[in-house]
C-alpha cells in the first residue's frame, strides 16, 4: 500500500517536473498517467512470466481503491462552488440554459458517434 | 479543583486545525456513499451532492469561511492527482478492449469536443450572453484547472468558469443512467466515454461505480477532451465573436 501510494506519487512528481521544464500543455497527472501505464505495459508484455499479475499487485488495489472513490476527491471543491453558487444564478439564464441544454447534446452526440463508429471494429457486433 | 469542559474554548481550538474540517469531509462522504449504497447507486441519490449539501450546511451553521475548511479538505483535494495516475492500472489491465475501440474513440472525441464548445457558445450567445460570459463557459466540460487556464488565457472569469464546471459534472453525473436508458444506448464504453467527455471527473466517478469499463472509457475520454478543448475553444470564440 505504502509502496502502491508512492510509485502513484513518483509518476505524478516526474509528470509535473516535464510539464514545468517543457510547458506542454497536459496537466502534470496525466503525463504521470502515461508514464505509469508506459511502464506497466513494458511489465505486462516483457516480463510477465512468474510474475504477480497486474491484477493481483498492491498497486492495482490502492488504484482500484482510489478511483472506487472519486466522488469523494471532488467533495472540497464542489463545497467551494456552491458558496459561489449565486454568481451563476446571477450572471443569469443564458449560462444555466447553455450549460443544461449543452451537457445533453454533448452526451447525445458523443455516444451516438461512438456507437454509429462500432461498425469499423475489427470482428465488433455493433452492440 | 476540577475545571467544568469548556465547550466554546474546545470549538475554538478545534475548528482552526485541519483535522477537523478533513474528518468532516470524509465523514459527510462516507454518510452519503452508506445514502448511496442503500438506494442501490439510484443516479440522482448522487454521492456528491449530498455530501457537499452536508458539509455547506454545517459551514453555514458554524459561521465557517472556505478558506478555513480547505484548510482541512485540501488533504482529500490533493488525491485528485494520484487518483489520475491510478488511471493507468485500469487502462494497462484493458489495453486490448482500448486499442481495439480507438477509430470509435477518435471520432466520438473529435464529434463530441467540438459539441461540448460549440453548443455552449452558441446558445450562450443566442440568448444574448457578452464575449467575457462566453469565453467563462465554453471549457465547461473539461477538469477544473484546465478549465479555469482556458478561461482566463481568453478573458473570461475563471472562478466563475469553477463554478460552471461543477456544476457541469454534476448535471451530466446525475442525468447519464436515465438519459442513456431512455435513448437505449447500452455500451458501457460509449455510456462511459461520452460522460467522461461531457462532464470530465464527476462523471467519471459516476461512471466506475458502474462498471470499471464504463469508469476507465469514461477517464480517457476526460484526459483527451482537455487537450481537444484547449485546441478548439479559441476557434469557436474567434468564429462567434470576431
Redesign the interface.
Known sequence: MVQAFAILLACQLVGEGIVHLTGVPVPGPVLGLILLAACLWLREARFSAGRTPLAATPLAGTANGLLGHLSLLFVPAAVGVVQQGGVLARNGLPIVVALIASTVLTLAVTAAVFVWALRFVRGGDGA | MTRPVDFLDLWVYLSGEPLLWLAV??S??AVA?RMAAASGRNPFV???VI???L??AI?VATGTN?RT??EG??F??F???????????????N?GAVA??L???A???A??SV??VA???V??AS???PPA?LA??AP??V????AMAISRELGGEP??T???V???????AV??TP??DA?G???R???G???G???H??G???A??VSETA?LFA?L?M?LN??AT?LIVPAVLRLVSP
Open positions: 469531509t470524509v459527510a462522504y456513499d448522487n454521492p456528491v455530501a457537499v449539501a458539509i455547506a459551514l472556505y475548511y480547505f479538505a485540501q482529500v483535494h488525491l485528485l492527482g494520484p487518483a489520475t495516475v491510478a488511471l493507468a492500472v485500469p487502462l494497462v489491465r489495453i481495439r475501440m477509430v470509435p474513440m471520432l466520438a472525441l464529434a463530441g459539441t461540448a453548443s455552449a457558445v446558445i450562450a440568448l444574448g450572453a460570459v467563462t463557459i465547461k466540460s477538469t477544473t484547472a484546465v472562478s466563475l469553477a463554478v460552471a461543477i456544476a457541469t459534472g454534476v448535471f451530466g442525468i447519464v438519459f442513456f435513448l444506448i447500452r455500451s464504453e460509449a455510456r466515454f461520452a460522460v467527455l461531457a462532464a471527473g464527476i467519471t466517478a459516476r466506475f461505480q469508469g477517464g475520454a484526459a482537455a487537450v484547449a
